[in-house]
């Protein structure tokens, strides 16, 4: 997940299905940006046009397998879980009050904060208006369930702010809430349109989910900010404790005294940064991510080899973007 | 709908299953709140329990009449959009940095933007997956269209802010939006799980929807504020242009003249309230009004006396409200 390659190649590994209905992904989007008039295409169409990876579109094509059952219903599926991703985006702008995202302006910094706050429960909307058009309430349930746990990690991440206590099993229960269950609800909502397996294929996204997630939380302590796009440290201005300052805490005991509210600057949390690093907790908290990614790959059912192959491939990309 | 005694009324004038059924609302609304731990028993928790009149349920079962077909699906619909509406009260209440609503502190006072912003998301994403368990997939897509377009008048409303040469038509549009299509879906949801007639059960709560935001502009420009609990002109101070301010500009040159931006404090807005109401148009909005609402009424298909009644009740409810 590294490069634009890296995702072409996942693309081309999972079937010509797979190109196809991105591309029919694309259109759609697109389509449903220009649909709601100058507001929504000016804004929402902006924020679903920056695009990203599709991580989670893929992840449904590729969970379907190559010949869906359903076609029509994987897109909507694949629509929908884009949508929520991007709705929980701008909020997320909003509240950090971001000015870019991925290199463009964010919609609060070129609307203001009622627009952007609006244009996200627009896409929210829009996601589940996507999915009920499918007609399959299994699949509405799903996707209901996973942006619930999205708010709720949301609000987790919120109530334990600045608490440097907070367990290694209240952060993954936190990582599963507002970043997994979203991966699982992609792979099972594939599944259902397409080859089966939805509880299995569920799982495997929910714990791949899990590392992408870890992994992320690890790069925003060991940087460098070339490859982020961003300082080290921002989950520590935000007073969010993630998996290495929680190591961290047992190996130093000055981090273990730390005060979050006494980090109030960049080079401060930099240095924080820099004593998490010294601890020598990086390396295991990789290490934990990749024995999900590990785990995921064992527990996938018994699919044709090429779905196998790209499944595992995007498992090995997780961890690859954030070599 | 001026007090918790007419609303009893209306209650009472529905049939035995209207207080059956707004008592389960409540026990359910209340369960939901404590089942998603203490952050959302909480946040959500309050403003949910706080309630309100719970106009839009009560909607829902007087649609659906004495007997519904489905009753379990009655009462999910009027969980769903008490939940959609409320989820856009907190994101206002965000958007508007209230401290009070209902006599009770915001979410956003009380735990902040961000609790407050992911707070109205879950109750957004709850509302979906009430309807999902239900399993109508045609009941979801009128949800989800109203909450989108709830949302895009949101936008509509933002995007003409300060525009004092917006046309009556477009403000209609953008009420019919941000108001209308709620109570509309509210109507059609307890027609399709009773007695059906769904499109003009449909149609009637357009038209009262329609009536009430109508009430509630012109409400906002005739004060007094010990009705209305808060101060005269707030619509001006936001930018907002209402149709009191339209028809009002084509009275008066000083009003076709004025540059909203210059409208700054409360006692400005006083003042321009006051020219409004003096230039006679006050009279004219509420007869519009009273015409969608006699429009609804009219409207109504062959339904039992009782139900038509409370129906009626409800209609007239909306304009006592505001008389």
Request: glycine share 6%.
């Given at each position: 997940m590294a490069s634009a390659e890296a995702v072409a190649a996942l693309v081309e590994a999972g079937g010509a299905h797979v190109p196809?209905?991105?591309?029919?992904?694309?259109?759609?989007?697109?389509?449903?940006?220009?649909?709601?008039?100058d507001v929504l295409g000016e804004h929402a169409g902006a924020t679903i046009a920056a695009g990203g990876k599709r991580l989670r579109p893929l992840l449904v094509f590729l969970a379907a397998g190559p010949e869906p059952r359903d076609e029509e219903g994987v897109l909507r599926a694949a629509i929908a879980v884009e949508?929520?991703?991007?709705?929980?985006?701008?909020?997320?702008?909003?509240?950090?009050?971001?000015?870019?995202?991925?290199?463009?302006?964010?919609v609060v910094a070129a609307a203001g904060r009622a627009m952007a706050t609006a244009t996200g429960d627009l896409l929210f909307?829009?996601?589940f208006a996507?999915?009920?058009?499918?007609?399959?309430p299994?699949?509405?349930?799903?996707?209901s369930d996973a942006s619930s746990a999205l708010a709720e990690g949301e609000l987790m991440q919120r109530a334990d702010a600045w608490?440097?206590?907070?367990?290694?099993?209240?952060?993954?229960?936190r990582c599963d809430l507002k970043?997994?269950?979203l991966f699982e609800a992609a792979c099972r909502l594939g599944a259902l349109g397409g080859a089966g397996f939805p509880e299995e294929l569920g799982e495997f996204g929910r714990r791949i989910g899990l590392a992408f997630q870890l992994l992320d939380d690890v790069l925003d302590v060991s940087g460098p900010a070339e490859r982020t796009g961003k300082h080290r440290g921002t989950d520590l201005l935000d007073g969010t404790v993630t998996l290495p300052l929680i190591l961290a805490r047992e190996e130093s005991v000055e981090l273990a005294r730390l005060d979050l509210r006494s980090v109030r600057t960049p080079a401060a949390a930099e240095a924080v940064c820099e004593a998490i690093a010294a601890s020598g907790v990086l390396d295991e908290a990789r290490a934990q991510a990749?024995?999900?990614?590990?785990d995921a790959k064992t527990g996938l059912p018994d699919l044709a080899d090429a779905q196998r192959a790209a499944l595992e491939l995007v498992a090995d990309g997780v961890v690859d973007r954030f070599a």
């Open positions: 196809r209905l991105m591309e029919r992904l694309e259109v759609r989007l697109g389509e449903l940006a220009a649909s709601h008039g949508l929520i991703h991007s709705a929980t985006l701008v909020h997320d702008d909003v509240l950090d009050g971001a000015a870019l995202r991925r290199g463009r302006p964010t909307s829009r996601a996507e999915l009920a058009r499918s007609g399959d299994e699949a509405i349930r799903m996707l608490d440097v206590a907070v367990t290694r099993e209240r952060y993954l229960a970043t997994a269950r990749l024995a999900m990614v590990a």
